[in-house]
């Protein structure tokens, strides 16, 4: 039987009206090897281990799920970015979190050909629908900022737009580098930007630009979702802060001035946030 070529992660939590889209995206998916689906359940509460399951028995073969007792993502230090990656025998990882769906039935196809093109690429990803939620009828597609002929995407195109520059659900890497994450990018606040920082270290940058997945925003649950709230707003802020002084000095302050112009502006609009969170309390108490 031929290996695995491609190890289909999707880390779930309290997804049960979003899953099943998550995973009709992974079993239509047309290609010319195998592939994994690695679902993990981080102790939903909800009805999303019961949907699972559903299509567990419909697809033994492929889907292998992690059903949690105790909520992994409480105890800190990325565990579950851990459990996923050393379970995955595929020789690439394609990522999508249960509230993100695939919408093109030959987007691991496309990927993995031009991965095996390209192999001086240590990351791919390709344009995005990206849908609100609560209004799915507000959405707007995603494509990063066009470059010049003959030029790439680079470490710096990441650190200036952030986790936004690529939707998680459209990328793509080797398992073996995501193996080799260090350990600031492990206790980092978030988990996409940091991969995508310590990935572009690696190798270039790869785009497609073909829509192929749908990125879902103000998922309840999700980071976009619980960034809103003022005290974890506040705690994220300052931890992100952390992270890109970590960053500098595991990179040798290679990209310093990129990551001071950074830090400034998310210093700006934090204190701008809490400026008009502040006028807005005035203002009603005044009422």
């Known amino acids: 039987m031929p290996e695995i070529l491609v190890s289909v992660i999707c880390n779930t939590y309290n997804h049960e009206a979003y899953i099943a889209d998550a995973i009709e995206g992974f079993v239509m998916q047309k290609t010319s090897f195998p592939f994994e689906i690695l679902i993990h359940d981080d102790a939903s509460t909800d009805k999303t281990p019961d949907i699972i399951r559903e299509y567990e028995k419909k697809h033994p073969d492929i889907i292998k799920p992690v059903y949690q007792t105790i909520n992994q993502y409480s105890l800190g230090n990325g565990r579950i970015h851990k459990i996923q990656r050393n379970r995955a025998k595929g020789k690439y990882i394609a990522v ?35 849908v609100n939620a609560v209004n ?133 609009d934090f204190n701008k946030g809490l400026l008009k969170r502040f006028l807005n309390k005035t203002f009603f108490l005044k009422k």
């Not at 039935?105 to 993995?112: C, E, I, R, T, Y």
């Not at 995508?196 to 103000?218: C, T």
């Not at 960053?247 to 310093?256: E, V």
């Open 136 to 268: 799915p009828e507000n959405f707007y597609i995603y494509r990063p900022e066009k470059l010049p002929p003959d030029s790439s995407y680079n470490m710096k195109h990441i650190i200036k737009h952030g986790g936004g520059f690529m939707a998680t659900c459209s990328t793509f890497y080797k398992t073996e580098d995501i193996l080799k994450r260090p350990g600031w990018a492990a206790t980092a606040p978030v988990g996409d930007l940091p991969t995508m920082l310590f990935l572009a270290s690696l190798g270039k940058i790869g785009y497609i630009d073909e829509v192929m997945s749908v990125y879902r925003v103000m998922t309840p649950n999700s980071w976009t979702s619980k960034i809103s709230d003022p005290k974890r707003s506040k705690q994220h802020h300052f931890e992100m802060l952390k992270m890109w002084d970590n960053f500098n000095k595991w990179s040798q302050n290679k990209y310093r001035w990129q990551v001071t112009k950074i830090k400034i502006r998310q210093k700006y």
């Open 96 to 130: 999508c979190e249960g509230d993100d769906y695939w919408i093109d039935p030959l987007k691991l196809q496309k990927q993995v050909d031009f991965m095996e093109a390209n192999p001086g690429v240590s990351i791919c990803f390709h344009a995005s629908k990206h």
